[in-house]
T-cell receptor
Framework: AQSVTQLDSQVPVFEEAPVELRCNYS??????LFWYVQYPNQGLQLLLK??????LVKGINGFEAEFNKSQTSFHLRKPSVHISDTAEYFC????????????FGTGTRLQVTL | GAVVSQHPSWVICKSGTSVKIECRSL??????MFWYRQFPKQSLMLMAT?????????EQGVEKDKFLINHASLTLSTLTVTSAHPEDSSFYIC???????????FGEGSRLTVL
């Protein structure tokens, strides 16, 4: 079965600083990888996804992530964060193919301050 | 973009009553919908997979008689928490899988508080 690990439960960062949120996955077969953002008392919004092709994936709100198969990682990055980026970020994995279920990491709380 | 609507977004009920939460895909057909439960400051835990016209598939440890799921049409799935108790208080989120592309879209979530 697939699994995903987000080692950092909280990441504090100053506004306009760069940030990286780490995600590692485990699977014996091909996977699809996703990053979602959750604002307080709201559902999840898809930031970006890796299905195949280019390993550098660009998403909404200036975020990007790089799929690294050898390191089984899919870290999320943004070169300059804003206060409005403060939220919970979830990495998720599913086996290739549409029928498999999505497995979420435990989430990383990004706290942006002035 | 595709929209998934959950209703109600907030609900407070007395212990012992049943609560129904609706999940609707507003502009696409969803053959499969998923129901998640999220405890405060924790990740989403999949409760069940709901397929249109068939019985839901529940994850291990989830009581199917407690959490009734109905997926009567390609745009609507409902989760009924029967005889709710305070420990059922949680944030419930649904997602709908677009039939044509397999993409997943999430609802805004429903916060249930059982007194």
């Amino acid at each position: 079965a697939q699994s995903v690990t987000q080692l950092d439960s909280q990441v504090p960062v100053f506004e306009e600083a760069p940030v990286e949120l780490r995600c590692n996955y485990s699977s014996s077969v091909s996977v699809y990888l996703f990053w979602y953002v959750q604002y307080p008392n709201q559902g999840l919004q898809l930031l970006l996804k890796y299905l195949s092709g280019s390993t550098l994936v660009k998403g909404i709100n200036g975020f990007e992530a790089e799929f690294n198969k050898s390191q089984t990682s899919f870290h999320l990055r943004k070169p300059s964060v804003h206060i409005s980026d403060t939220a919970e970020y979830f990495c998720a994995v599913k086996l290739s193919g549409t029928a498999s279920k999505l497995t979420f990491g435990t989430g990383t709380r990004l706290q942006v301050t002035l | 973009g595709a929209v998934v609507s959950q209703h109600p977004s907030w609900v407070i009920c007395k212990s012992g009553t049943s609560v129904k939460i609706e999940c609707r895909s507003l502009d696409f057909q969803a053959t499969t919908m998923f129901w998640y439960r999220q405890f405060p400051k924790q990740s989403l835990m999949l409760m069940a997979t709901s397929n249109e016209g068939s019985k839901a598939t529940y994850e291990q440890g989830v009581e199917k008689d407690k959490f009734l799921i109905n997926h009567a049409s390609l745009t609507l799935s409902t989760l009924t928490v029967t005889s709710a108790h305070p420990e059922d208080s949680s944030f419930y989120i649904c997602s709908a899988q677009r039939q044509e592309t397999g993409e997943l879209f999430f609802g805004e979530g429903s916060r249930l508080t059982v007194l």
